[in-house]
Structures are given as C-alpha cells and as structure tokens.
C-alpha cells in the first residue's frame, strides 16, 4: 500500500474489510468476496476492486475476465481528494451495485450478452468509452469481442 489513509481504514473497517498486507483489503459486498486496492495515484485515482470469489459466475456485465469491477470511466472523474474516505465509500457503493444486480444493471440485455460470452471465448468487459480496431462497444457500453 502506499501512502497512509487512517481515515480510509476506519471506512474499511467500518465495512467489514481487513488489511491483507501490500496487498489491499479484503472483504464482501453483496455476498462476494472482493479485495481493493489504493493505486499509487489514490486519492487521485478510483480505488481498484476486484472479485475474489472462485464461484463467481465469469464473465459478467462490468466485471472483467480477471475478476476487475469496473466501477465506470476513469477519465474526466471529478474526485474530492480532500475526502478519500468518502472516494473509498462511493467506489464500495459502485460495486455492490454492480454485484447484486442479476444482469450486472443491464436491465434485460444482459441473458443474451452472458450466453454469448460463455459459449465462446470471448472477453466481456466494461469498455468505460475505450475502443479498438477489433471490438467496439455497444450501445450499453459493452464490448464483447475475442481476446
């Protein structure tokens, strides 16, 4: 971990999260295990979270191959980096939105993208507004398109 953020921990450990060393924190939102990390940048930089759980149902809408939650575009984020507790608190919220969503919040899409995605290996991902020649994002700003 870099830096010191006593009061990020007090919110971590408010939220049921412990240090695991230089390896971030570890915890559950929405019944899955996570862990989160600061970056280096933090608290320029949106806490990075990731899913931890080995039953977690890959791919799922915003939650990359690697387990990443992505929590939404990284660019143009107006962060309070005077209030990194409440950046670690937003970042939390984010997440378990996106966990306890059935369909990720695809509101219905999300059944045909997951069947696609698991019967071929394809990556789904949050594209959060990135494109590539091979894949482009669809209207929902995923993209699901080959490795």
Not at 100 to 120: F, I, T, V
Request: net charge neutral.
């Amino acid at each position: 971990m870099t830096g010191s953020w006593p009061e990020v921990e007090v919110e971590l450990q408010e939220q049921g999260f412990v240090a695991d060393g230089a390896n971030g924190y570890v915890g559950r939102l929405a019944g899955v295990a996570v862990r989160l990390r600061l970056p280096p940048a933090f608290p320029f930089a949106m806490p990075k979270i990731s899913v931890e759980e080995p039953a977690f149902p890959l791919p799922f809408p915003h939650v990359e191959e690697l387990g990443a939650v992505c929590l939404g575009p990284s660019e143009g984020l107006l962060l309070d980096v005077g209030r990194p507790a409440a950046i670690v608190s937003d970042a939390l919220v984010r997440a378990t939105r996106i966990l306890q969503a059935k369909d990720g919040g695809l509101r219905g899409r999300a059944p045909r993208l997951l069947e696609a995605a698991r019967s071929q290996p394809r990556l789904v991902s949050c594209a959060a507004g990135r494109t590539d020649e091979r894949r482009e994002p669809s209207a929902s700003g995923i993209v699901v398109g080959d490795r």
